[in-house]
């Protein structure tokens, strides 16, 4: 996702986590503000061009070798890579903060990692190796040519919230996940997720976002979507995955946040 994803996500988590989690993370990120969440959330994506931090590039996708539209999967061994990916990027990182030996220095990173990381595992295109998770496939967007890729980070969160702020954009998604908009209820969402098994929940949220890469976003095929301008049918027939995919990652990055620091999910 983009900065404004990111921010939205943050800030979804930040209403769900308990009291004591509040506390060590704005002890791990060393941070008072009152959108430490949000505002962590989008250093990743800075590092990531920066020299000592070219080796967290892998970390914000997992390359999924599958053939959309045709049949979507995503296979850890065949999937992950030598240099790493985005879940075996989480699961380091939850260790990480788990343990409390960790140093202030290692804590803020694996913090402000899993705020940003979490995030990008829900975007379905993070979760997709073809032409280079859709970076590669050329569409028109409101006028404008740009990739698949960047429609999902960027162009249809920011149709979704309609001007809104980040923060006020979130409030609504939190207003909808409460009011069980989405799901007879929200907490299947975290079903299953265990610290015991955090390759397996990962895996289980990074199938779920690359199945919508056969269901949604590829829908018709690569030639199907390189036709016509996105902002009109395009987006009316898939905002509500990008909507949904939001909400479900700023509410499993608040429940897993719980779970690191309290041991209980909410
Ligand atoms: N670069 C290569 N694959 C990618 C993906 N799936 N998402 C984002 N950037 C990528
Ligand atoms: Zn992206
Ligand atoms: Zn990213």
Same mark, same amino acid.
């Given at each position: 996702? /983009?900065?404004?994803?990111?921010?939205?996500?943050?800030?979804?988590?930040?209403?769900?986590? &308990?009291?004591?989690?509040?506390?060590?993370?704005?002890?791990?990120?060393?941070?008072?503000?009152?959108?430490?969440?949000?505002?962590?959330?989008?250093?990743?994506?800075?590092?990531?061009?920066?020299?000592?931090?070219?080796?967290?590039?892998?970390?914000?996708?997992?390359?999924?070798?599958?053939?959309?539209?045709?049949?979507?999967?995503?296979?850890?061994?065949?999937?992950?890579?030598?240099?790493?990916?985005?879940?075996?990027?989480?699961?380091?990182?939850?260790?990480? &903060?788990?343990?409390?030996?960790?140093?202030?220095?290692?804590?803020?990173?694996?913090?402000?990692?899993?705020?940003?990381?979490?995030?990008?595992?829900?975007?379905?295109?993070?979760? =997709?190796?073809?032409?280079?998770?859709?970076?590669?496939?050329?569409?028109?967007?409101?006028?404008?040519?740009?990739?698949?890729?960047?429609?999902?980070?960027?162009?249809?969160?920011?149709?979704?919230?309609?001007?809104?702020?980040?923060?006020?954009?979130?409030?609504?998604?939190?207003?909808?996940?409460?009011? /069980?908009?989405?799901?007879?209820?929200?907490?299947?969402?975290?079903?299953?997720?265990?610290?015991?098994?955090?390759?397996?929940?990962?895996?289980?949220?990074?199938?779920?976002?690359?199945?919508?890469?056969?269901? =949604?976003?590829?829908?018709?095929?690569?030639?199907?979507?390189?036709?016509?301008?996105?902002? /009109?049918?395009?987006?009316?027939?898939?905002?509500?995955?990008?909507?949904?995919?939001?909400?479900?990652?700023?509410?499993?990055? /608040?429940?897993?946040?719980?779970?690191?620091?309290?041991?209980?999910?909410?």
């Amino acid at each position: 996702w /983009g900065g404004f994803g990111h921010q939205t996500i943050a800030w979804i988590a930040q209403s769900y986590l &308990l009291p004591a989690t509040e506390t060590a993370i704005r002890d791990a990120l060393d941070s008072q503000l009152v959108d430490y969440m949000a505002n962590a959330s989008t250093w990743a994506d800075s590092y990531r061009y920066t020299e000592s931090g070219k080796f967290s590039r892998p970390f914000h996708y997992i390359d999924a070798n599958d053939d959309p539209p045709t049949t979507c999967s995503v296979d850890y061994e065949r999937d992950c890579g030598d240099d790493g990916c985005s879940v075996s990027a989480i699961v380091n990182y939850t260790s990480i &903060l788990s343990d409390s030996d960790s140093s202030p220095p290692l804590r803020k990173d694996a913090a402000r990692f899993l705020i940003h990381f979490i995030g990008d595992l829900h975007q379905p295109l993070h979760d =997709e190796a073809l032409e280079g998770g859709g970076n590669g496939i050329n569409v028109t967007y409101d006028g404008d040519e740009t990739n698949l890729h960047h429609i999902w980070d960027t162009e249809i969160v920011e149709q979704l919230a309609a001007g809104a702020s980040a923060e006020a954009f979130a409030k609504n998604l939190t207003v909808s996940i409460k009011a /069980g908009e989405f799901d007879w209820d929200s907490t299947t969402w975290v079903k299953g997720a265990s610290l015991n098994m955090t390759l397996a929940t990962v895996m289980t949220w990074a199938r779920e976002a690359n199945g919508y890469v056969c269901t =949604e976003v590829l829908k018709g095929g690569v030639d199907a979507v390189e036709e016509g301008d996105l902002s /009109g049918k395009y987006y009316g027939a898939h905002f509500d995955v990008a909507r949904v995919q939001l909400a479900r990652a700023g509410f499993r990055l /608040g429940a897993w946040l719980n779970l690191i620091v309290t041991g209980k999910m909410g």
